[in-house]
């Protein structure tokens, strides 16, 4: 029932911008906490972003924040990671998530996952 659809992803040159989208079935968008992670190969799957059911709080950590942008479109059911300034650090694959916790610096509680899109950045 719960299906996350990530999409956006691709390759850009260091300093340029992408847009990833995470489309969600139903009445997921209304999840306690939506998310992205990313995964390098090799490397731990690690938070990107995170919002709250309405929209109206957001959490970051440092490698992100200020170039990162995490926002809810309720009328297209969709989740966004508006992404500038873009560095060869943030190459990885970019998975969305529903999590059951309101709290938004809470890892442990994704339950749902998309499948992940790309994100190449080269120098």
């Known amino acids: 029932q719960v299906q996350l659809v990530e999409s956006g992803g691709g390759s850009v040159q260091a300093g340029g911008s992408l847009r990833l989208s995470c489309h969600a079935s139903g009445r997921t968008l209304s999840t306690p906490t939506m998310g992205w992670f990313r995964q390098a190969p090799g490397k731990e799957r690690e938070f990107v972003a995170a919002?709250?059911?309405?929209?109206?709080?957001?959490y970051y950590p440092d490698s992100v924040k200020d170039r990162f942008t995490i926002s809810k479109d309720y009328a297209d059911n969709t989740m966004y990671l508006q992404m500038k300034n873009l560095k060869p650090e943030d190459t990885a694959v970019y998975y969305c998530g529903a999590s059951i916790s309101p709290r938004l610096d809470d890892m442990r509680r994704y339950s749902y996952w998309g499948q992940g899109t790309q994100v190449t950045v080269s120098s």
């Open positions: 919002i709250s059911a309405g929209g109206g709080n957001t």
